[in-house]
């Protein structure tokens, strides 16, 4: 999955959902849809979690959307975690096919790690990565 993200200093924090890449498509309805659910964890209300656009459902689907969470400061993007899942979605069914978790907490990776790293770091500067999805 391509995203990029950054905090401004006015404590708003912009996540550049763009795409993603070779998804296994074997058990999904190509006619479906696909979106992305992105969490802002542990969430403070309902304006935590947001989702992009439904896209035709392929094996690189685009999104290019910026999502905006608000009243973040640097010191809370040390104990949050950005978690963004792509779900597929036909007329009846939701279906999770995978996610990112970007935090400084081990249980994530060391590329999840350090692009949320990046944005701590350099606010104002977009911190761009490719990570592969969780299943």
């Not at 081990?106 to 590329?111: I, V």
Request: hydrophobic residues 30%.
């Amino acid at each position: 999955m391509s995203t990029g993200h950054h905090i401004n200093n006015d404590g708003s924090l912009h996540v550049l959902i763009k795409e993603a890449d070779d998804l296994n498509l074997n058990q999904y309805n190509i006619n479906g849809y696909s979106y992305c659910k992105v969490m802002l964890k542990p969430e403070r209300n309902k304006d935590d979690r947001q989702k992009t656009k439904s896209v035709k459902m392929g094996q690189c689907p685009r999104w290019n959307e910026t999502i905006v969470f608000r009243n973040i400061s640097k010191t809370d993007m040390n104990v949050k975690e950005l978690e963004i899942a792509i779900m597929w979605q036909d007329k009846s069914t939701k279906t999770y096919m995978g996610s990112i978790r970007l935090t400084n907490h081990e249980d994530s990776s060391n590329e999840e790690q350090n692009l949320w790293r990046q944005s701590i770091e350099r606010p104002n500067l977009w911190a761009y990565g490719k990570i592969p999805l969780r299943h």
